[in-house]
């Protein structure tokens, strides 16, 4: 007995089906949103955080967008790619979502990125990967939060052209994302006359960085640090603990000092400058309502990844209204990549041509206020591109930044 | 007990033919697809476990490095899939002749450390030598191989490839451990001094079952590779070592349904209990305490000896 | 110059932080034969008691010594209720810690949340020391000096008590101990609870370095087990010596070898393991 490509393809076709839940599309069916957040392992602190504030966007909003009821189908993909791909399918193909929001990690999200395509699945992306929305863009991808390299084309701007910086040291976690954005800082600030003498790179899962900090050359101006997560707060301590917290300035990429661990770090912290496309300290009305419901919900201030899906909430939002039907997911997705969005608790967002969002970025000063430790706004750069002042094909022709590009032509031993 | 044997044979390949009639969804065959892949390494790992006595937990590197070679050469250097296919399988094999002879110094905790401590050093490779491997970003695949006629991108055809590379498995493993090399192999779990001193070479025996163990890790591997087009430094961790490992010992090590049963609850639990249940980490660590508890040797035996003192 | 002494001192710190982790794994490891794997966890645990202790004004020793109690406490509830009762099945017993791990792990996540949680050194320790001319952490030194205490106390305890003896005699050869006539089910349990509640003190004192985040238990396992293979199992000698060799590894690995990082530490115990299967220490065990 042998079987046939026939033979199963025809047991394929199907006769019962197990466990289906099709629901006819009718304009006033709820929206469903596929939310891929992290919820158990290491990742799980910036997953709860997104939870947290996608939860409050849609409270603030009475459960509706555009005058339709949502509903949220979270899912918990472990910081697994395997895992995601698999949620993923769920979300599109058992819950029959119309728009995904998320996931966290850059893995994950490219785990996923040829299984969007295929089925067609407007995506409004948290990760920060570069060629998400650059070699690698797919129509159905975009992007309302920013690029790894996005924020720190600016922060080396400012320090080279404001801070007036010559000599730095960049250092960050040995992976993409620290790879990424350690990459643009040393392109703009070398373009902009800077010189960076000096890369370091502890491992991403590195206990201590005494043996990283002990190495930092003692003549530098400033040293960059590109960490996310519990590695900034780590870092930025054990830098006091070496006593180079006054000798040495500080500076920060987008998730170095991010508001989720600005208390922890306390006063070690203040001073700190760094780069992001979001400050808890933005006084714009749409944010005002949202810190303030953060902080009474979930008494803590929004930060990077709680920040992400309300941004993301408010391009749907505005793309609903659009279209009216969900349904036509080309329309869908086209109005999500044309809308300019002012209202959105980042402040105004457009999208460029390969899905990333042209918005502003902030430059932020840790200070402490009224007994809290926050991230004062001290510089705001509007409509930031991915591609910072460097033309479109030119950037792309490049490879993508990583560790070893653009080289470092300056480094001192 | 022969017509029993083929009627065993006989429902389990009904099983596997009537799932995809069964279940029409192309997400819940995904997910049985998944588990028979892990099946499979299970199963290979089963080998080292069950029949030859040695726990691994480094196992996962007979899944990442097959699944590495098939993508990069598929992606970085155009080769077809066959191709692709039949190097993946020389490399994961070879890296397992290599490793034995470094395990294979030591024995019972010393060869569980080596093999981790090995994992760990591929998984710190994979993870930095980023012109090689995309590091934590991975390989992806643009789509599933086209082999021999059968486009194997569909839920359905991929799951018949994985379903008759199981039962290819299952029947190879099964006549295997009926063999007397499969005597010897057991004889070497049991009573290592006794077989030398019958004139054994227990070395070349444990040996040849790593080769095993690799050979049949690397089909599950390259199998792993084309179902999710995508591999990364994941692929090779301890965490997915140490699940090989539970799936194994979950279902009952020594047995042949053992391991395809284990690989089927956590894949269960990892992926449909987990939409459902929060806490399903906690529920997947209270699984394992539960089932070490009440059924020591695993759930197959387990579950024979409490049907009725049947053959274990 | 000054780079040598530096890292130097940054390995002794981490050689005794190490040590602290791993002389209750060594322990366990040694005379109850099992590979705690759960071990990483209790650390977490107790650097996340620790953190809640020390938010409510708790002295910074008195908290380090609570934490390291009540994990060891969980602990000897762990032996006597669930790995007791599978005496003989390693394999079974390597099962459960893994299982009671990931529970430990999940709890603490669902307790004190995703972010991170700092635990502030006594204040008396925060200013740095001045050594030739540069600053390094008073803490780290303070670590260090623990770890030696530490050390030096656990030697007393094995090598002139009656308790330590009976350890001895039950990791050297157990059938013989117990035919002697020493209760070893109890033994195990005690040494079981001053395993856990070395983990826990040690995510204490710990804290202020590492801190308290999801995913140190998996960050903080693999070192345990990297420093008691190389020191041999059941040696504590060899977990204080592989513990400062481990430390010299990382940080001067780091600093000379940066492209090795993230294979520093398991490379040399491939070929320890397959050079001298028991460790530096090590013996073979009956």
């Known amino acids: ?413 | 007990m022969t017509g029993r044997v083929w009627l065993g044979w006989a429902l389990v390949i009904l099983a596997l033919v009537a799932i995809p009639v069964v279940i029409s969804s192309s997400f819940y065959l995904g997910i049985v697809t998944h588990a028979l892949i892990l099946a499979i390494l299970a199963l290979s790992l089963n080998v080292l476990i069950g029949h030859a006595g040695m726990t691994s937990l480094g196992h996962a590197v007979y899944l990442g490095i097959p699944a590495y070679a098939v993508a990069w050469l598929s992606t970085q250097a155009g080769w077809g899939p066959i191709q692709s296919i039949i190097v993946a399988m020389v490399l994961g094999t070879a890296t397992s002749a290599f490793f034995g002879i470094l395990a294979l110094r030591a024995s019972g905790l010393g060869f569980l450390m080596i093999t981790l401590a090995l994992g760990q050093v591929m998984w710190g490779i994979a993870y930095r030598w980023v012109d090689l491997t995309g590091g934590d970003n991975g390989i992806r695949l643009d789509h599933r191989p086209v082999l021999l006629g059968f486009d194997f991108t569909g839920a359905v055809p991929f799951y018949g490839l994985v379903a008759t590379a199981l039962v290819v498995a299952l029947f190879c493993l099964w006549q295997l451990d009926r063999s007397p090399y499969g005597a010897c192999l057991r004889g070497t779990r049991d009573q290592p001094r006794r077989m030398r001193m019958l004139g054994h070479d227990v070395w070349r025996i444990r040996y040849l079952a790593f080769i095993t163990s690799g050979f049949w890790g690397s089909v599950a591997g390259v199998l792993y590779c084309y179902d999710y087009t995508y591999v990364s430094p994941q692929a090779l961790s301890l965490p997915q070592s140490a699940e090989a490992l539970l799936m194994v010992v979950l279902g009952g090590a020594g047995t042949l349904a053992g391991p395809v049963l284990g690989a089927i609850i956590i894949t269960v639990i990892k992926t449909v209990v987990s939409s459902y249940v929060d806490r399903w980490y906690s529920l997947l660590g209270l699984t394992f305490i539960v089932v070490v508890m009440l059924m020591p040797r695993g759930i197959v035996p387990g579950v024979r000896a409490w049907v009725g003192g049947r053959r274990a | 110059m000054q780079f040598w002494i530096v890292q130097s001192l940054n390995s002794l710190a981490m050689g005794g932080l190490l040590f602290l982790l791993s002389a209750g794994f060594s322990l366990i490891f040694g005379l109850l034969r099992i590979p705690n794997l759960a071990h990483g966890a209790l650390f977490m645990l107790g650097a996340y008691l620790g953190a809640t202790l020390l938010g409510l004004q708790v002295n910074f020793w008195l908290a380090a010594l609570l934490a390291g109690v009540g994990v060891g406490l969980l602990g000897v509830v762990l032996e006597a209720g669930l790995l007791r009762r599978l005496a003989g099945n390693e394999q079974g017993q390597v099962l459960v810690t893994l299982g009671v791990a990931f529970i430990i792990a999940d709890l603490c996540l669902m307790t004190w949340g995703g972010d991170p949680m700092p635990l502030p050194a006594p204040r008396a320790l925060r200013p740095p020391v001045f050594i030739a001319g540069f600053a390094f952490p008073g803490y780290r030194l303070a670590v260090l000096g623990v770890a030696l205490v530490g050390a030096l106390l656990l030697w007393l305890l094995l090598e002139r008590t009656r308790l330590g003896a009976m350890i001895r005699a039950g990791v050297d050869d157990r059938l013989m101990a117990r035919s002697v006539g020493i209760r070893v089910s109890l033994l195990f349990s005690a040494v079981f609870f001053l395993g856990a509640a070395l983990a826990g003190f040690g995510g204490v004192i710990g804290g202020p370095i590492l801190s308290a985040y999801p995913g140190l238990d998996a960050d903080m396992l693999p070192l345990a087990l990297v420093v008691v293979i190389l020191g041999g199992v059941g040696s504590l000698p060899g977990a204080l010596v592989g513990s400062f060799i481990i430390g010299a590894i990382y940080n001067f690995g780091s600093a000379l070898f940066p492209d090795f990082a993230y294979v520093l530490l398991f490379l040399p115990m491939v070929i320890v393991l397959v050079v001298k299967p028991t460790g530096l220490f090590g013996r073979v065990l009956r």
């Open chain 1, 1 to 413: 007995m042998t079987l046939s490509r026939r033979g199963l393809l025809q047991a394929g076709a199907g006769v019962v089906s197990l466990a289906s839940t099709s629901r006819a599309a009718r304009a006033d069916a709820p929206i469903k949103i596929g939310f891929l957040t992290v919820k158990t392992g290491p990742l799980a602190a910036g997953g709860i955080q997104m939870e947290q504030g996608m939860n409050l966007f849609l409270k603030q909003r009475g459960g509706k967008l555009a005058g339709r009821d949502v509903q949220l189908i979270v899912a918990d993909t472990a910081g697994s790619p395997a895992t995601t791909r698999t949620k993923t399918q769920e979300l599109v193909e058992r819950d029959k979502v119309d728009v995904l929001i998320g996931p966290l990690a850059a893995f994950e999200a490219l785990a996923i990125a040829d299984y969007i395509e295929a089925q067609k699945m407007p995506t409004l992306g948290v990760a920060a990967a570069e060629d998400l929305t650059q070699r690698h863009a797919s129509p159905w991808f975009a992007r309302a939060t920013s690029s790894s390299g996005q924020c720190a084309h600016v922060m080396a701007y400012y320090a080279a052209t404001e801070l007036k910086y010559k000599r730095m040291a960049i250092i960050g976690d040995d992976f993409a994302y620290g790879h990424e954005q350690n990459a643009a800082f040393l392109r703009v600030f070398e373009d902009n006359g800077g010189h960076v003498v000096q890369k370091l790179w502890p491992p991403l899962n590195a206990p201590d960085y005494g043996t990283y900090i002990s190495q930092i050359k003692s003549d530098v101006d400033g040293v960059f640090m590109s960490f996310a997560g519990s590695n900034g707060f780590r870092f930025t301590q054990a830098y006091a603990e070496y006593g180079l917290a006054g000798k040495i300035p500080l500076i920060g990429g987008m998730t170095a000092m991010d508001e989720a661990i600005l208390q922890q770090t306390g006063d070690d912290a203040i001073g700190i400058i760094t780069a992001n496309w979001y400050s808890a300290e933005l006084d714009n009305a749409a944010n005002k309502e949202f810190a303030a419901g953060m902080r009474k919900d979930y008494k803590v201030d929004p930060g990077y990844y709680s920040a992400g899906p309300a941004v993301a909430g408010a391009i749907l939002e505005a793309a609903i209204k659009s279209v009216g039907d969900v349904s036509d997911r080309a329309a869908l997705m086209h109005a999500i990549r044309t809308n300019v969005v002012d209202g959105t608790i980042r402040g105004p967002v457009k999208f460029d041509d390969k899905g990333q969002a042209i918005a502003n970025v902030y430059i932020r000063r840790v200070e402490k206020k009224g007994g809290r430790i926050v991230n004062t706004v001290i510089k705001t750069y509007p409509n930031v591109s991915q591609f910072w002042t460097y033309p479109e094909a030119a950037f792309l022709a490049d490879p993508v930044y990583s560790r070893d590009w653009p080289p470092a032509k300056f480094l001192e031993n």
